[in-house]
């Protein structure tokens, strides 16, 4: 079974663009989460989408967004981009249930000049 | 992490036992999460604890203590590879999974 797919790999932007990553969870997987991962701050969660509804979502700002497919792909998009944004962006898949184990992509690396 | 303390680093040699401590708030706990990340890469799935007592796979162990708030990664016969960065995750009950800042391993030669 193919694992968790992010497109693309690596990206670089520059400041007040906006970006749109993609994910493809494992096959019945209907569950996506998207994380950000920075050195100083670790994962920290961005939000949860469950059957094209969002479940949970995480404390950034507006300009961070997300949505999910009804073949349970995601997409989420990062709007008006700061330095701070520069981050691995990685997104995990589960079966259904908040106690199913995530299994995480490779993630984005996102660099904004 | 929000609530969940972990060492920063903890160095080791090569075939030793390390023991990687994880604390968490106990309030709406509904499961913990042990992961691996080496650097540059995606965390994989370790562990998930969700009784108080030992689960043991391979040379890795995890053992958890619902009433202390507290479990541990235990690494037996260590090796070069090991060497990566280990995150505790609680699972609360309706709610995301949270992180803890990871602890980097160092297994030395």
């Known amino acids: 079974k193919a694992g968790v797919t992010q497109t693309p790999r690596y990206l670089i932007k520059t400041r007040g663009q906006q970006v749109t990553l993609s994910c493809s969870p494992i096959?019945?997987?209907?569950?996506v989460s998207w994380y950000q991962q920075t050195p100083g701050q670790g994962l920290q969660f961005l939000f949860e989408y469950f059957s094209e509804t969002q479940r949970n979502k995480g404390n950034f700002p507006g300009r961070f967004s997300g949505r999910q497919f009804s073949n349970s792909r995601s997409e989420m998009n990062v709007s008006t981009l700061e330095l701070g944004d520069s981050a691995l962006y990685l997104c995990a898949s589960r079966l259904a249930a908040s106690t199913d184990t995530q299994y995480f992509g490779p993630g984005t690396r996102l660099t904004v000049l | 992490g929000q609530n969940i303390d972990q060492p920063t680093e903890m160095t080791a040699t090569e075939g030793a036992i390390v023991q990687i401590n994880c604390t968490y708030q106990?309030?709406?706990?509904?499961?913990l999460f042990w992961y691996q990340q080496h650097a540059g890469e995606a965390p994989t799935f370790l562990s998930y604890?969700?009784?108080?007592g030992l689960e043991e796979k391979g040379r890795f162990s995890s053992f958890l203590s619902r009433s202390k708030g507290y479990s541990y990664l235990l690494l037996k016969e260590l090796q070069m590879k090991d060497s990566a960065s280990y995150l505790c995750?609680?699972?609360?009950?309706?709610?995301?999974?949270?992180f803890g800042s990871g602890t980097q391993l160092t297994v030395l030669p």
């Open positions: 096959s019945g997987h209907r569950s």
């Open positions: 106990t309030s709406g706990f509904n499961g």
């Open positions: 604890n969700v009784l108080d």
């Open positions: 995750a609680v699972q609360r009950a309706a709610r995301q999974l949270t």
